[in-house]
Each structure stands twice: as C-alpha cells, then as structure tokens.
C-alpha cells in the first residue's frame, strides 16, 4: 500500500519543479476563468487554461486547471489535463489528474491517470516516431 | 420482549468489534487522499495571476473576456475584453472592444472602447472609437478619432442643425 501511494508522489514532485523552472525561462501563457478563445492557438511554449477554448490547440506543454474547458484538439509534447476535455489529445506525456473529465481520444507515450479522473474514450499508445512526424492530424 | 432485549446488549459487544474493523482500512483513504493535494498547486498558480497571451502565442480567431487581459502576442481575430493592454511586442489584427484599452504594441483594424490610451510606442491603424482618449507622443495614427459620448447625446444635435438648414432655404430664395 505505502509503496504504491510513494512512488507516484516522487514522480509527481520532480515533474512540477521541472514546469516551474520552464515556466520562469519561456513565457507562459494563461487564460484565466472568464476568457473564452474560438480558433486556432500556436504558442512556442507553455498554456495554462482556466477558461475556455474552441479549436485547436498547439503548444509545447498544455495545463487545464480544474475550471478549464478544451473543446478540440490538442498537440503537443506534455498534456496535464485537471478539467474538461472534448477531443482529442497527442502527446508523448499526458497525465489526467483526479478532477478531469474527459470525452476523446488520447494518443500518448507515457500516460498517467489518476484514480477519481472520468475518461471516456481511448487512450491508443504510438511509438515516440508518431509525434515526432505529426505534420497533420489524422481525421477522426 | 425477551427476544428484543436480548438483541439490545448484542450491538453493544457488536460495536466493539466494528471500531477496530475500520482502523485497518483507514489507511486506504489516505491513501486516496493524497493525489488531492498535488492537484490544488496548479490550481493556485493559475487563479490568482490575470490572463496574460504571451510572446510567443498566436491566436487565429476570437477572444473573449470577462476580466483583464494582458496581450504581448499575435492575434488574428476580434479581441473582446474588459480592461485590455496590448503590449509593445504584440500585433493585433482585427477590433479591440472593450471598457479599457491600452496600446504599447500594434493594431491593424479598429479599436472600440470608453478609454483608450494610446502609448508612444503604438501603433495603431484603423479607427479609434473612444470617449476619452489620451495619446502619447510617438505613438503612430494611420485612422479617424471618433468621440462617442453615447448616443442619446449624439442624435438631438443632428435633429436641431437639420430643421434650421430647411427653414434657411426657402427664406433665401
């Protein structure tokens, strides 16, 4: 029991202060509760999402808070999802945290999902190749 | 009745034996527990802080907001907010709406707010539609300024200058 309950928190700890310090050098982008997006969004770094987004999404790394909403699609290299989503996701790392909802598909790596987080969809795996050469998303 | 007392003392020894039950179990939801905390942090860095876009985001589409918006990035698409600041570095395409908006960077459409603040490293082409505007010097204007100062205000002065021109006329000839 105890080695099961440890071993997660000394993955997660590394992790966050590894976005902490990534967040401090490139620019990261937040979009706070009352901001609605439609469209496309590329950013050559970080986004935190506390609000909503409607279309696609092109990012190094991708947080939805608990209070976010991603309706669309998302690339990128690492995915924490804490809120709604509704589609898909392609990423090498993605971790669904206990407060996401999720109605989609996630191409991923690695993925971790925490025990209370509600998935609905697949979670297909693809060698690290898929990413590297994913020009275009395949349609659904 | 004796059946029913005789159940009565039974829960008593019962209980005993059911508190002890639970202190072996009571590690599991701690153990349940636990992933709620890391989950608050990213919780508490993103409430907190306004909505900033930043360097390096492109926006293709609209944005809409109902608090303060920070833009040093690209946007591709109408901006409605409520307190807007555009930095130096950011480029908008499109109308900016808003109760409050502030111009460091560069719009290329229109601009629509009760206060706007063009600072001298702005650049704005397109119209500004505003009721209190302040421009620095060095910021670049390629557009018309309209005052608005609603329209309850607009409309009668055009109603009396009309009727005037009417009664002029027929007057002179």
Redesign the interface.
């Known amino acids: 029991?105890?080695a099961?309950?440890r071993r997660?928190?000394t993955r997660?700890a590394p992790d966050?202060k590894a976005s902490g310090r990534e967040s401090a050098g490139?620019?990261?982008?937040?979009?706070?509760?009352?901001?609605?997006?439609?469209?496309?969004?590329?950013?050559?770094?970080e986004?935190?999402v506390?609000?909503q987004v409607f279309?696609q999404i092109a990012a190094l790394k991708v947080?939805i808070?608990?209070?976010g909403f991603v309706e669309g699609d998302i690339v990128a290299r690492e995915v924490?999802i804490?809120g709604k989503l509704e589609g898909r996701v392609y990423a090498p790392t993605v971790l669904v945290?206990?407060?996401a909802q999720v109605a989609g598909k996630l191409f991923h790596h690695t993925i971790e999902v925490?025990?209370?987080a509600r998935v609905d969809g697949r979670t297909p795996w693809r060698p690290l190749n898929f990413f590297e050469n994913l020009d275009h998303l395949p349609e659904a | 009745m004796a059946i029913f007392k005789s159940n009565d003392p039974k829960p008593e020894p019962a209980k005993p034996a059911a508190t002890p039950a639970p202190v072996p179990e009571s590690?599991?939801p701690v153990?349940?527990a636990?992933?709620?905390s890391?989950?608050t942090?990213?919780?508490r860095?993103?409430?907190p802080?306004?909505?900033?876009?930043?360097?390096?985001?492109?926006?293709?589409?609209?944005?809409?907001?109902?608090?303060d918006?920070q833009i040093?990035?690209e946007i591709d698409?109408d901006v409605r907010g409520v307190g807007v600041k555009i930095g130096s570095n950011a480029k908008v395409k499109g109308t900016v709406y808003g109760d409050e908006v502030e111009l460091a960077g560069t719009i290329d459409g229109k601009i629509e707010a009760k206060k706007v603040i063009l600072n001298g490293t702005a650049r704005m082409t397109g119209d500004v539609v505003h009721q209190d505007i302040k421009i620095e010097s060095g910021a670049f204007i390629d557009g018309h300024l309209k005052p608005e100062f609603g329209k309850s205000g607009a409309k009668p002065a055009s109603v009396t200058s009309t009727p005037r021109q009417l009664q002029s006329v027929p007057t002179g000839t």
């Open positions: 029991m105890f099961l309950t997660p928190d997660k966050r490139s620019p990261v982008s937040r979009l706070g509760k009352g901001v609605k997006v439609r469209g496309i969004l590329e950013i050559e770094g986004l935190v506390s609000g279309g947080t808070t608990p209070d924490v804490g945290e206990i407060t925490m025990r209370g | 590690p599991r153990a349940t636990q992933p709620l890391p989950v942090p990213p919780a860095t993103g409430v802080m306004a909505s900033v876009i930043s360097k390096a985001l492109k926006i293709t589409g609209q944005l809409e907001s109902t608090e918006i040093d990035g698409g």
